[in-house]
Nanobody
Framework: VQLQASGGGLVQPGGSLRLSCAAS????????MTWYRQAPGKKRELVAS???????NYSDSVKGRFTISRDNARNTVYLQMNNLKPEDTAVYYC??????????????WGQGTQVTVSS
């Protein structure tokens, strides 16, 4: 299974970006898909998660600004990021708990996409 993230870039404060992460390979189902981020010199932190049923959770730092969603038919998760701030600058990683066989769950990471918020 591979996770391919895309959509990062350079944006001014107050701007928007949309990240995508598509899972491919031998997938029976995907339980939870999550975006993490890691800023230079800091630990990787959870940004937002979306479960197979559609429920979501967000870190306090992005609530009200970021929206996570998924397309189960395409095994893809999205992160719509609005009102971006310089402190959102980080490498963003997608993560998925993937059921590769009935009852067999494997956790996968994508390769990361850089988001830079700067004027």
């Amino acid at each position: 299974v591979q996770l391919q993230a895309s959509g990062g870039g350079l944006v001014q404060p107050g701007g928007s970006l949309r990240l995508s992460c598509a899972a491919s390979g031998s997938i029976f189902s995907i339980n939870v898909m999550t975006w993490y981020r890691q800023a230079p010199g800091k630990k990787r932190e959870l940004v937002a998660s979306v479960y197979s049923g559609g429920s979501t959770n967000y870190s306090d730092s992005v609530k009200g600004r970021f929206t996570i969603s998924r397309d189960n038919a395409r095994n893809t998760v999205y992160l719509q990021m609005n009102n971006l701030k310089p402190e959102d600058t980080a490498v963003y990683y997608c993560n998925a708990d993937t059921e590769v066989l009935p009852g067999v769950i494997v956790n996968y990471w994508g390769q990361g996409t850089q988001v830079t918020v700067s004027s």
